[in-house]
């Protein structure tokens, strides 16, 4: 192949943009050559596979089945109340959506989407306590600080509207040089200011929405993520967009828009049509995932932006898996990848009352205001029907009637309800969307509320499936990457050469310590010479942090890196109790231990876990030093008892845990 046809720029085209002029010539090696054309022919079969039409997707009206776009578009539109429009109107005529999808989809959603997924962390073949602890911790940090609990959400709105929603589970960093001063024995001279250099790493892991019309599966014959053998995540992105977040790859400079590029150029042939318009200013990403021959290629407007020399990259991730995860609202079929969305599912029952809703409106429209019929063709002429307008007609009065026209009837009131019902019997019925209904106690609407999750308990096991695959690529990708230094110091040796030092990061959560108590976890990773240095100071800085309720725990990464475990999800961690019921329920376990096992409970933990459930501030409530607890104080109240178990039974619907129960009842007899 002659060289100019390589060259972007080996085209005279009329307009350029300044990415035209700014951009280096792509020559690529006869290896590179191949990567490009084999990723793009990959690619394009993948395409291909999804876009067949498949039966799974239905049918559309004219007895044709859908593809995957078809059947995406279809659900959106149910979803925005944008269904089928009626054609050739009266300006009179109704042309109304009624969101029943949308309704029942947010009643769906708030059912079971309360809180994201809690995961339990379990050694394979030996449990231990600490490092298992130490996972779920690292665990719910990079949760919060991911907003995990907002990206849940998403993730099952996204699995309801198009009946797939897939994620991607991966890492990010990026570097910052700093001078940091360095004060002297006296402080800092503003005359004589020394730095020292220090490089700032910082490290995320992070999971990102992918949208399922730019994700190809490569295999349609398996359900399971991680039996797919390859997968493709295309993106369109601004030329700008692309430059500011691959600009850490080598091939990224080569990149041209796709106005740049014309159907005589190279590269013309490894990007899709509609990237190539005048003056688009769009690059098309495929990102290649394949874990059966290890490779990760990146192609933006068939430049290969990420090679390693002449070599594919490997997966960067230590697990080797397809860095995605899915969930799906209910299964078409064990051998699918994708899922049925609610949308579809309601599909037949929004149309017919879409249409039946309007038709009764225009009926009733006409019912009120009733046409005028007459034997004269001159009777009607120029007579405007408002309110206080006198009329000349040239006609006999008694020639004009009204013609009569019932409204709805009640067969048309009963379809609807029919049709109502139906729909219900697919999703959740009134009470449990929270609408008042016959009972209109809390007690009904809270056992509606969980007979409406019991409904959904496939769905969110399919949730929880996904998650146990999130859980897994993540803790991996923490191991790998959030296990190794975060700081780089740079320092004069004694001999005055430059020295190195590392430095390790800490996380820190709230949640409950090793003695109970509820508090701040801090956990720093180190090195033996360090960890040594805490180890033999350990009781000291105990003394110092416990009663500010801080707990800190000093590791080696390889205490936990060559750690075997395993992840299984929480039941009912989705579902999060009312505050109400929560501080019930919280005041008759704390009866029941204190009854059953008074010389086991640990009183002082269990006030601070109860403070905690009535969100009230321990320095208010707990006594000091010194003090000492009023006379009275901490005894049982006669005639007082039951408040906990009326709240109890009033909000779950007689469920009880134990027998009576005051406030002021919290010591064992």
Known sequence: MAEEKIKIKGVDVESKSEYYYQTPEYKPSQRAQLV???????????????????????????????????????????????????????????????????????????????????MKFKGVENSDFLREQILDDLYTWSENKDNGDEMAIYT??????????VRYEGYEDSKKVIQELEPGEDGYNLYDLKFKEKTIINKKVLTKEV???????????????????????????????????????????YVLPGGDLTDETYFASFTSEEIREVDSELVEVIRYYNKESD???????????????????????????????????????????????????YLNEQDAINALYNMMLDQTYVSIHKPLVT?????????????????????DVANIQELQISPPSNAAFSMLNILHQSLQESSVDATQQGQAGEDRTATATRIAAAAAARTFGLF?????????????????????????????????????EE?????????????????????????????KETLEEKFANRLTERAELEPKGIEKLYILPEFIRNFEWDVTPIPDSTIKETPDVEQALALQFQQQVLSLYPDLSNREAMFDELLRVFKKDPSQFKLQ????????????????????????????????????????????R
């Open 156 to 165: 099952m709105l996204d699995a309801l509207i198009h009946g797939t929603a």
């Open 295 to 345: 490779q990760f290629v990146i192609l933006a407007n068939g430049v290969w932006v990420n090679p390693l020399g002449d070599k594919v990259c490997p997966l960067p991730f230590s697990h080797k898996e397809l860095p995605f995860f899915s969930v799906v609202f209910e299964p078409f079929s064990s051998d699918f990848p994708y899922g049925k969305a609610a949308p579809d599912k």
């Open 36 to 118: 490009i054309k084999n990723t793009w022919e990959r690619y394009t079969e993948m395409r291909n596979n999804r876009d067949i039409n498949h039966r799974w997707f239905g049918k559309r009206r004219d007895g044709t089945y859908r593809t995957l776009l078809d059947y995406i578009n279809i659900c959106e539109k149910r979803w925005n109340s944008d269904g089928i429009p009626r054609t050739n109107l009266e300006e009179w005529q109704a042309s109304v959506f009624k969101p029943e999808t949308r309704n029942k989809i947010i009643a769906i959603l708030s059912a079971v989407a309360q809180q994201r997924p809690g």
């Open 375 to 395: 034997g004269d063709e001159d009777a009607l002429d120029d007579v405007e029907l408002v309110p206080g307008k006198v009329n000349y007609i040239g006609a």
């Open 625 to 668: 030093l010194g003090q000492s607890m009023i006379p009275g104080m901490g005894q049982p109240t006669q005639g007082q008892g039951g408040m906990a178990n009326q709240i109890v039974q009033r909000q779950t619907g007689g469920r009880k845990l134990g027998g009576e129960l005051s406030l002021n009842q919290l010591s064992p």
């Open 460 to 496: 969110i096991q399919f949730v929880f499936h996904g998650w146990k695959r999130k859980a897994k690529l993540r803790v991996s990708n923490i191991l790998q990457f959030l296990t190794l230094p975060d700081q780089i110091e740079k320092v004069l040796g004694d001999d005055g």
């Open 499 to 527: 020295q190195f030092k590392e430095a390790f990061g800490s996380f820190k959560l709230e949640t409950q310590l090793m003695n109970g108590k509820t508090g701040n976890r801090i956990i720093e990773m180190v090195d």
């Open 211 to 253: 949208r399922l019309q730019d994700f190809y599966f490569g295999s349609l014959f398996t359900r399971h993520m991680d039996e797919q053998p390859d997968c493709v995540w295309r993106k369109l992105m601004r030329i700008k967009d692309f430059k500011s977040e691959f600009s850490g790859w080598g091939g990224a400079k």
